[in-house]
């Protein structure tokens, strides 16, 4: 499972599909700061979109062949992909409501998933040319997909599962591997866990 950390960037997609990943991210992040009326529909509709190119160019075309696993892996991600395209569709998604603590948190995260994150690997060793970037690489998407529900006027509980489910999963992968970041996704899932249950509860 090591290989998994050799890849670069340019072995997984090419440079166009980073560029367009960049430019969701950044929409993703304009429309929770501006909140137009029509932002849940359209953040739903991009995430699904992202899940879905995830489940497809990383997890099934690349990480497939060096572990089996993760074309069940990939299989998820497509079915959030399918519950977030449904959710924009159907409106389940708003953002028009004044932000509690949580919100806030969730904003935080997204930040983080952006312009953070992929900064860790190479802060740890690893070359620039294998940062993960929102968009491509599965975590930082994960994250910042979390940050996202938890900014949302409601919690939506069906869209949370495969999010959660993945943070343990690639802590359980790189604690596998010896890698320093371990924790990272883990504790990110649990804090988000816990918001969201805090949030339904009234009290954020």
Excluded at 32 to 49: C, D, E, N
Excluded at 131 to 157: H, K, M, Q, S
Excluded at 175 to 199: D, I
């Amino acid at each position: 499972m090591s290989e998994w950390l050799t890849y670069r960037l340019s072995d997984i997609l090419p440079w166009p599909a980073q560029l367009l990943a960049l430019a969701a991210g950044l929409a993703i992040l304009a429309l929770l700061v501006s909140r137009p009326s029509w932002a849940g529909r359209a953040i739903a509709l991009l995430l699904a979109a992202i899940w879905a190119f995830v489940a497809w160019g990383y997890l099934y075309a690349r990480y497939a062949p060096i572990n089996r696993a993760a074309v069940y892996f990939a299989y998820a991600f497509a079915a959030e992909a399918v519950l977030l395209a449904l959710s924009g569709a159907l409106g389940g998604l708003a953002f028009a409501a004044p932000r509690p603590l949580a919100a806030k948190a969730g904003l935080a995260l997204v930040l983080f998933a952006f312009f953070v994150q992929p900064l860790i690997g190479p802060l740890l060793g690893r070359p620039w040319s294998g940062v993960e970037l929102f968009g491509i690489a599965p975590d930082p998407t994960v994250l910042a997909t979390l940050g996202v529900l938890l900014a949302a006027d409601r919690i939506r509980y069906e869209l949370l599962a495969v999010p959660l489910l993945w943070c343990a999963v690639s802590g359980a992968t790189h604690w596998a591997m010896s890698s320093p970041e371990a924790l990272l996704m883990p504790a990110a899932g649990l804090l988000a866990l816990v918001l969201a249950l805090w949030r339904s509860l009234g009290n954020a």
